[in-house]
């Protein structure tokens, strides 16, 4: 199991990226999935989740700007982020789930992270 995110950069606060998550060794609409982010100092929160059966929930700050979803085809897991802030500036990670709820919270396999930053 691998997972490999990309498409992290430098934006100025209002701008967009898409961040993608490559999966291998299985496949992501099976499971719960789910994007993180870990900003200097601070703890790792959830942001979004996307669980087998399709249903997503978001972290109340990122709702109406950032949007899960799968790309079945690719097997990538997908984040558009609209409306950046800087203090969406953090280390961003996809994570899988052994289980097709995201009712609970052990997300087993986590990718390296890729770096996004907003200036003001």
């Known amino acids: 199991v691998q997972l490999e995110e990309s498409g992290g950069g430098s934006v100025q606060a209002g701008g967009s990226l898409r961040l993608s998550c490559a999966a291998s060794?299985?496949?992501?609409?099976?499971?719960?999935m789910g994007w993180f982010r870990q900003a200097p100092g601070k703890g790792r929160e959830k942001i979004a989740t996307?669980?087998?059966?399709?249903?997503?929930t978001y972290k109340d700050s990122v709702k109406g700007r950032f949007t899960i979803s799968r790309d079945n085809a690719k097997n990538t897991l997908d984040l558009q982020m609209n409306s950046l802030k800087p203090e969406d500036t953090a280390m961003y990670y996809c994570?899988?789930?052994?289980?097709?709820?995201?009712?609970?919270?052990?997300?087993?396999?986590w990718g390296q992270g890729t770096q996004v930053t907003v200036s003001s």
């Open positions: 996307i669980s087998a059966d399709g249903p997503t």
């Open positions: 060794g299985y496949t992501i609409s099976s499971v719960c």
């Open positions: 994570a899988r789930r052994v289980g097709r709820s995201c009712l609970f919270q052990d997300f087993a396999d």
